[in-house]
């Protein structure tokens, strides 16, 4: 009888593309979110938001625009747990391009790249920040 296990460990190549493809899935399913155009994004900038579960499923549901860390909280919520319709709905351009340069720090680097490669603006919002 070998001892050997039946299925052998990944080798480190093996490993290293199965990470890119796993980053590359995860990449894209940001990517398929996105807006065809920011000039989509209509949401509210003013007022209470209440945001479904689907979206905010941990912490708060309930953010006033007024309050500056929430405001930002509910962008940087959207923008990872919001679905492509959920982005025209709660996100509104203006406020998107002014939180920009902040929101892009707070966001996980993969949210950041697709959002950055897909609207040149946002991009170069944070250039004109650093």
């Known amino acids: 009888m070998s001892s050997s296990p039946q299925h052998a460990a990944p080798e480190s190549g093996d490993l290293s593309g199965l990470v890119a493809e796993d ?7 940001f990517r398929l979110r996105l807006p065809e155009s920011l ?12 945001l479904p579960l689907h979206i905010a499923w941990s912490g708060l549901t309930s953010y006033d625009m007024r309050n500056p ?12 747990e919001g679905l492509r319709e ?25 949210v950041r790249a697709v959002w950055e ?8 919002r944070a250039r004109v920040a650093a």
Not at 98 to 108: E, H, N, Y
Not at 117 to 124: E, G, H, K, M, R
């Open 117 to 124: 490669d897909a609207f040149p603006q946002l991009a170069s």
């Open 86 to 110: 959920d982005l025209p709905r709660y996100l509104n351009q203006d406020l998107l391009l002014q939180l920009w340069p902040v929101l892009r720090m707070l966001v996980g680097r993969t």
């Open 23 to 29: 980053l590359a899935m995860y990449r894209e399913k």
């Open 39 to 50: 000039d989509d994004l209509h949401g509210p900038t003013q007022g209470v938001i209440e």
């Open 69 to 80: 860390r929430q405001r930002m909280g509910l962008y940087r919520t959207v923008l990872h």
